[in-house]
């Protein structure tokens, strides 16, 4: 949030920014090859993968997106 209220970062603010978008992308690529490594390749859905949305968390299954 400093990063992007900033007029002119310096060095050492746009380091820690570019740092913390890495992090968030190694963990959106970490969480990618955990669901892929769960995909069977047969076409079915990824029933019983845990999802996390913000604070809340919730387990995937087609039953809560036909109610």
Do not use: C, E
Request: glycine share 10%; proline share 6%; no cysteine.
């Amino acid at each position: 949030m400093n990063f992007s209220k900033n007029k002119k970062p310096g060095n050492k603010l746009v380091r820690k920014a570019i740092r913390k978008q890495l992090g968030y992308l190694g963990r959106n690529i970490r969480h990618t090859h955990d669901m892929l490594d769960q995909y069977q390749g047969d076409g079915s859905p990824l029933v019983g993968f845990p999802v996390s949305m913000g604070k809340t968390s919730t387990t995937f299954s087609p039953a809560s997106f036909i109610n």
